[in-house]
């Protein structure tokens, strides 16, 4: 079945750096876009970035200079590197994929950005 496993969260003070990974399995991972989301406390989830099968990214605004989303195919993982962080990336971040028109999510890991 499809798992998806994030890992690399953790506190983190503004302005610094962290890189979430998503290890994925259950399906051919080089054929499917693979998407980061996140939510904070009391806010819907949003979408932070979308990578396609063939690694053509997008981001969402308040990413945008400061987020790089890459793949690496030969280990079926996903790579949300994160720079100049700041308090409102405060969330628990999700790896997504759409397999078989069902959206499936790992477990979630919790990005703090606070001094």
């Known amino acids: 079945q499809v798992q998806l496993v994030e890992s690399g969260g953790g506190l983190v003070q503004p302005g610094g750096s962290l890189t979430l990974s998503c290890a994925a399995s259950g399906f051919t991972f080089s054929v499917y876009a693979m998407s980061w989301y996140r939510q904070a406390p009391g806010k819907e989830r949003e979408l932070v970035a979308r990578i396609s099968n063939r690694g053509g990214t997008n981001y969402a605004e308040s990413g945008k200079g400061r987020f790089t989303l890459s793949r690496d195919n030969s280990k079926n993982t996903v790579y949300l590197q994160m720079n100049s962080l700041r308090p409102e990336d405060t969330a628990v971040y999700y790896c997504?994929?759409?397999?078989?028109?069902?959206?499936?999510w790992g477990q979630g890991t919790q990005v703090t950005v606070s001094s």
């Open positions: 997504n994929v759409l397999y078989g028109g069902v959206p499936y």
